[in-house]
């Protein structure tokens, strides 16, 4: 709430409470939401304490961990063909402290593991549910995009934990080449280590996650982001319901 003093004649002072505007209120909620989509939010780096290289979303299914990210964050553990533990960690957004769960996929994992090549996604068994974070509310795969619908992106852009964004699916991505059929864009910012972060609808609901950047090269050869950027929506059939 904010006082304002009011003088009245010379000898007196009143108080008066005036209520908060709405522009901050709704500044307030908009950060309330960030903070709590966030919580879904995982770093995946390639052993424990390493860099970051991409990002997931924390999901549960029949009662156990799991992270959705996209193929390419960890296809080298699949590629490999041996049991790997890559951690997926919750990074607290203020304290930076973080816990990190092992990823498990090799022998005796695979009715638990999910991959479709095809559209970029994986959904991978945890060890455990790291401390302090969060499991989606409510994912809806099959979801009706609409052109301007408004999208938040999270994830770990250049290895930087808990990033949020904000943006609209600006269109459809099929025509861009290469394997998107099915793919949308979003003007929303993303950059590398961002592949696999959570796209959510601002009712709260993960719809989707992110797989690529648009971009061109200067004629130095430098590549530069062109401001869309392609997710795909999360795969029907993978038992992504609500908890």
């Known amino acids: 709430l904010l006082l304002v003093f009011t003088a009245c004649g010379c000898s007196r002072t009143t108080f008066r409470i005036v209520e908060p505007t709405q522009q901050l209120r709704e500044e307030d909620a908009s950060a309330d939401f960030a903070e709590e989509i966030m919580l879904s939010l995982l770093a ?40 790997y533990k890559q951690a997926a960690c919750h990074i607290d957004v203020y304290t930076g402290e973080e816990d990190c769960a092992d990823i498990y996929i090799g022998p005796g994992w695979e009715e638990r593991v999910r991959v ?41 852009p250049t290895g930087s934990p808990n990033i949020v964004t904000r943006g609209i699916l600006s269109g459809r991505a099929d025509r861009v080449g290469g394997s998107f059929a099915g793919a949308l864009f979003t003007d929303s910012d993303v950059w590398f280590g961002t592949s696999g972060g959570g796209v959510f609808l601002s009712s709260g609901e993960y719809v989707g996650y992110i797989r690529a950047m648009v971009g061109s090269r200067t004629p130095s050869g430098r590549e530069i982001a062109e401001g869309l950027n392609i997710f795909s929506p999360l795969p029907e059939g993978w038992r992504l319901l609500s908890r």
């Open 44 to 83: 995946v780096r390639r052993n424990m304490n390493t860099g970051i290289i991409g990002s997931g979303v924390l999901v549960e299914i029949n009662g156990m961990p799991h992270m959705m990210t996209a193929f390419h964050v960890i296809d080298h553990m699949i590629r490999e063909d041996r049991p």
């Open 116 to 156: 479709d090549r095809s559209v970029d996604a994986a959904l991978v068994p945890l060890s455990h549910f790291p401390e302090g974070a969060q499991p989606v509310d409510l994912a809806t795969p099959g979801h009706r995009f609409r052109i301007g619908e408004e999208l938040w992106i999270v994830g770990c």
